[in-house]
């Protein structure tokens, strides 16, 4: 049995931030993760900022590790979890053995949401984050020519990070529209979600004009009247007028039918086309991947605004499970610098939780739950429009059930 | 060629060349990469056919999530391509698809 | 509309026409779909097709949900019997 004060599980930002304050208080840290790199989702990171200035996740990812090594952390790569269990301590069951622990974070990220196509199990159809990581980490294209069906912020980023590997897109389309399934969105609901990528889609925002994007009415007549080569950011058509009814191929990625839609999503028979690419990516969102979560017994709520459903937790990143933390897009889909954030609360609260209280701790607590709000004002990548609404709804859960539970004591 | 060794952005990469197999057919992989992206590299999309249907399956997700691009690696099984470092000389073999002898008669596919 | 042949449990390769026909005949809740349909039942424990599983059972049409309807079980990825419990 391997043992520590401190057991992370997910070295991507969220988990490597706690473990560098965690071990900078002074306790015995040990970071989990099944990828052989750490950095998680950050990895495949980069985006432009500013003019000429690139958040890029593997330098991002490169300083934290570093960070965290001479802070005392222990990573163990290629370390698989598979359970996790309280005993007197904490148990996380790896494929590499068994850590005890007095604390436990669970930094484990965010899986992306699928949009079942017919076809999509063909070789060559990926999910975005598939061919985010192959460029920007592996440093190999997903293939020359490829489509991509989902709008939304990552597809806006990750499209920009393919052609930038010379990768070229023949366009994007929205998803086939199912009503049965509710993650899934008409053409005119995804319109209304543009309004959030303002620095991802400029030009999009700028051609379609933001008076399009009010009320529901004029985005309808935007979709009737839109423009039949799509309109183009960074050069890549995208067409909200039209979705991939079927990716096709025998063996692997040939190519897709393009349909013309209405606002609603229904399909017009009549105009339907062929299009040869050899990959397709599909773009469906990020949900919690929360799974360990629900095995230690963590309560959930439903919050669409923070991409699903999430484990109770508070703003010091504690769950109402005693020694049970959680940290960054566990606890709600939002970018890398929020994760980071979140990270270094919880590693300060656990401390906190090994070492007692103190007013310096105290302080440094209070400051970071602060710098959470600030980086999120500043936020330039916002993955849902209400994700502050999303987090107050959290905040009122979580006192809520302090309330409850001290009422069930009395 | 599929390898993105100049970036407009994230630079030059250099890494050693090493070889492996798939189904006792030798590649080239770069060191520090993925059997994914080893294959992917060698024009190769298909990891597997479903034990069941026999259709063809490659990567889908990337992180370790869907399971699709599990391989045999040195004699193991249920091996994710995607979250495994390629080694020299490795060996990696393709699930193929199951004789069914009990599903007969059973549930159509 | 959905093409009714298209693949939603890759795994298993449950179509949507078999979960739509399942749910309508049997009325059944995301559990007994899933062990109908063997849907979500695979080696990838359901993380990419659970939320389309939960919307095609019959009950998910006007229920919003606190709780997760599906369970999550141990292990939370396949676990080699070679692997589990060695200490290293
Ligand atoms: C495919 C994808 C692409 C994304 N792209 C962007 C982007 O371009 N820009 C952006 O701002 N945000 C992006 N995000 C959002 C991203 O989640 C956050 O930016 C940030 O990386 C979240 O940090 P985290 O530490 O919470 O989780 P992650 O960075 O996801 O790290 C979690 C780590 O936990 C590990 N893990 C999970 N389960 C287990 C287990 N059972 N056993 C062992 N290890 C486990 C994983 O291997 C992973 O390394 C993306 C998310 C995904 C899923």
Same mark, same amino acid.
């Given at each position: ?410 | ?49 479903? @034990?069941?249907? !026999? ?5 889908? /997700?990337?992180?370790?999530? =869907?399971?699709?691009? #599990? %391989? @045999?690696?040195? !004699? ?5 391509? /995607?979250?495994?470092?390629? =080694?020299?000389?490795? #060996? %990696? ?17 | ?88």
């Amino acid at each position: 049995m391997n043992e520590a004060e401190v057991v992370i599980i997910g070295a991507g930002p969220a988990g490597l931030s706690a473990a560098i304050q965690s071990a900078r208080c002074g306790l015995r840290v040990t970071v989990l993760d099944e990828f052989m790199k750490p950095g998680g989702r950050l990895l495949g990171q980069l985006h432009e900022e500013k003019k000429g200035v690139w958040w890029n996740g593997i330098e991002e990812a490169d300083r934290l590790y570093e960070d965290a090594v001479n802070s005392g952390v222990h990573i163990r790569l290629g370390t698989t979890v598979y359970h996790i269990e309280k005993e007197n301590r904490w148990v996380t069951e790896t494929s590499e053995g068994t850590w005890e622990s007095r604390c436990l974070l669970l930094a484990a990220g965010a899986a992306e949401t699928p949009l079942p196509i017919s076809g999509w199990t063909l070789p060559g159809v990926m999910s975005i984050g598939a061919a985010q990581v192959m460029t920007n980490v592996h440093r190999v294209t997903p293939g020359n020519k490829g489509i991509i069906i989902g709008i939304n912020p990552l597809t806006m980023a990750i499209a920009r990070e393919l052609q930038l590997a010379g990768v070229e897109i023949e366009g994007i389309y929205i998803p086939p529209y199912e009503k049965k399934f509710r993650q899934m969105e008409t053409p005119e609901q995804i319109l209304a979600g543009m309004q959030r990528m303002a620095h991802l889609a400029p030009s999009f925002l700028l051609r379609v004009g933001s008076r399009f994007l009010v009320n529901q009415w004029t985005r309808q007549k935007a979709i009737q009247f839109y423009p039949k080569k799509g309109l183009s950011v960074w050069g890549i058509p995208i067409h909200f007028d039209k979705t991939v009814t079927k990716i096709i191929g025998e063996n692997e990625v040939k190519g897709g039918f393009i349909s013309s839609i209405n606002a609603e999503g229904i399909i017009k028979e009549e105009e339907q086309y062929r299009k040869e690419v050899d990959f397709v990516c599909i773009s469906g969102g990020l949900y919690p991947l929360v799974e360990l979560a629900a095995v230690a017994g963590c309560p959930f709520y439903l919050i669409p605004e923070l991409g699903g459903h999430i484990p109770l937790h508070n703003q010091t990143m504690h769950t109402p499970v005693e020694g049970l933390f959680v940290a960054g897009n566990i606890t709600g889909i939002e970018s890398a610098k929020i994760a980071m954030v979140q990270g270094e609360t919880a590693g300060l609260s656990m401390g906190k939780a090994v070492n007692g209280t103190s007013r310096d701790i105290e302080e440094k607590l209070h400051q970071s739950v602060q710098n959470e709000k600030r980086i999120r004002a500043e936020a330039l990548i916002q993955f849902h429009p209400e994700v502050k609404k999303g987090r107050e709804k959290m905040h009122e859960l979580w006192q809520n059930y302090v309330k409850e539970s001290a009422a069930a004591k009395e | 060629m599929n390898r993105i060794t100049d970036h407009p952005v994230l630079g030059r990469t250099e890494k050693k060349c090493i070889e492996f197999f798939l189904d006792d057919t030798k590649m080239t992989a770069r060191s520090g990469e993925t059997i994914a992206a080893a294959l992917l590299a060698n024009n190769i999309r298909t990891l597997r056919y479903h @034990e069941a249907s !026999g259709s063809p399956r490659g990567i889908y /997700c990337n992180i370790g999530h =869907c399971f699709e691009c #599990r %391989v @045999e690696v040195d !004699g193991k099984t249920g091996v994710r391509a /995607c979250m495994t470092e390629v =080694c020299s000389g490795m #060996r %990696v073999y393709r699930q193929q698809q199951l004789p069914r002898p009990f599903q007969e008669g059973g549930r159509e596919r | 509309m959905m093409d009714r042949e298209t693949i939603i449990c890759r795994c298993e390769e449950v179509t949507y026409e078999e979960l739509i026909t399942t749910a309508d005949s049997y009325h059944c809740s995301a559990r007994e779909l899933k062990l109908r349909t063997r849907a979500g039942m695979g080696i990838c424990g359901g993380r990419t097709c659970r939320f389309l599983i939960e919307d095609a059972a019959e009950e998910s049409k006007e229920k919003v949900y606190e709780n997760i309807p599906l369970k999550y079980q141990p292990p939370v990825r396949p676990m080699r019997f070679d692997e589990g419990g060695k200490n290293k």
